[in-house]
């Protein structure tokens, strides 16, 4: 059912290191009820903060190069209340460092909380999905002469906690799901910054990117990721995780899941101002950003027909009646998104867009990476998305490209 791979679940045969973000281990959440738009249940306020916040440095001296090692994170939880932690592969003596959030599904009713999303991300869960081959397509590959980034740093932030990297509530009930969930993607990322700055001195440049719920994860940890590398500059990449607002991203779906979530106590809070609807805030957020950070580049990469988000998308259609498998928003509605989007942040030249023809989702971690292209203005041809990407890295500059 593609319903219940949204945001990721799609990537299980073609996306590098993680595959998709299905967990290995024991779902708390049960599938039932009738799969409608999410409300909050009973929830406590604020951050979990039980845990001290560990500043250590992570002795990455003793990891041999250029190998993938997990790192429990004191404190990080999932949303069945489990541990987790990252994954670090050291590039020797390289200055740059990439930090990759990973796709998965969204809980935020029973359809989408259901047996297949990740609710937990362990050490048996790592070595699988990091292991092999696969754990060195696309963005990862380090023979890839084309990969801006192949002689980084990397760090691989896993995805368990279904609230889109950025959430802050806890013992949250889910409509139709029997389990109270952790929704603690935004204090997890927290608690993993204040391991990664220290570990990583002296550097000069950081990508912070993702796909799927990755993708919309880097945009919403951008500013508190900013803030926790001081003077070095990030910039900030999304794979299929498209900022739109009403009504191409319903708002009543904006809203239900910022209540869930607990948005108001992350980028909600963060706005201020320039969010002034917590139901239609997600390309507000994004505008955001752009006039704060002026010389960080934000880039945007999403084919015109999404096959995943426009799913997503669709469980907001008629004031989000309850529905189990939405019917998806239409490749028209989509594109007219996607372009809103591109046309609203005109206004700012440090945001760009790479959209290209078709519905697939996701292109950075997997092995379409090299041959990815979208049409260029005019009658200029086409380009590449390693060259797209490329420049973006390099020079800290991003256009738009396609459809």
């Not at 945001?7 to 290191?17: C, E, F, P, R």
């Not at 948005?263 to 917590?278: N, R, V």
Request: net charge negative; with cysteine; hydrophobic share 35%.
């Amino acid at each position: 059912m593609k319903t219940l791979r949204w945001l990721g679940q799609a990537l299980v045969a073609s996306v590098v290191l993680l595959g998709g973000s299905g967990c290995g281990s024991s779902n708390s959440a049960e599938p039932g009820g009738d799969g409608g738009a999410a409300t909050s249940g009973d929830s406590s306020q604020g951050a979990v903060d039980a845990a001290p916040i560990d500043m250590t440095p992570i002795p990455v001296s003793t990891f041999a190069a250029t190998t993938w090692q997990y790192v429990p994170i004191q404190g990080s939880t999932c949303r069945d209340g489990s541990s987790t932690g990252i994954g670090v592969n050291v590039s020797p003596g390289s200055h740059q460092l990439m930090i990759y959030l990973e796709g998965g599904n969204a809980c935020f009713n029973s359809t989408t909380c259901g047996t297949i999303t990740p609710s937990s991300f362990g050490m048996s869960d790592f070595t699988s999905r990091l292991g092999g081959a696969s754990g060195a397509q696309g963005i990862f590959d380090r023979t890839d002469t084309a990969n801006a980034v192949a002689d980084w740093n990397f760090v691989y932030v896993p995805y368990c906690t279904g609230d889109l990297h950025a959430g802050n509530n806890v013992n949250v009930m889910v409509p139709g799901v029997t389990m109270p969930q952790q929704f603690l993607g935004y204090i997890n990322v927290e608690r993993y910054l204040a391991r990664i700055v220290p570990t990583f001195p002296g550097l000069t440049k950081v990508l912070l990117m993702g796909v799927s719920a990755g993708g919309f994860g880097a945009g919403l940890n951008y500013a508190q990721t900013a803030k926790a590398f001081g003077s070095v500059p990030v910039y900030e990449l999304d794979d299929s995780g498209p900022p739109m607002e009403d009504p191409y991203l319903p708002s009543c779906l904006q809203g239900a899941n910022a209540t869930l979530w607990g948005f108001d106590k992350t980028i909600l809070k963060e706005c201020g101002a320039d969010c002034p609807d917590s139901s239609n805030y997600g390309l507000d957020w994004s505008l955001h950003l752009a006039k704060t950070y002026p010389a960080v580049p934000f880039g945007v990469i999403d084919s015109v027909d999404d096959s995943v988000i426009s799913e997503f998308y669709g469980f907001g259609a008629n004031n989000c009646a309850p529905v189990t498998i939405p019917m998806p928003v239409s490749a028209a509605t989509y594109l007219a998104g996607l372009l809103d989007a591109r046309m609203k942040a005109a206004a700012y030249p440090n945001v760009g867009s790479f959209l290209f023809p078709g519905s697939d989702h996701t292109t950075l971690a997997s092995a379409t990476y090299d041959t990815r292209t979208a049409n260029l203005p005019g009658d200029a041809g086409t380009e590449l998305l390693t060259t797209w990407v490329s420049t973006l890295v390099n020079s800290g500059t991003v256009t738009n490209v396609g459809p």
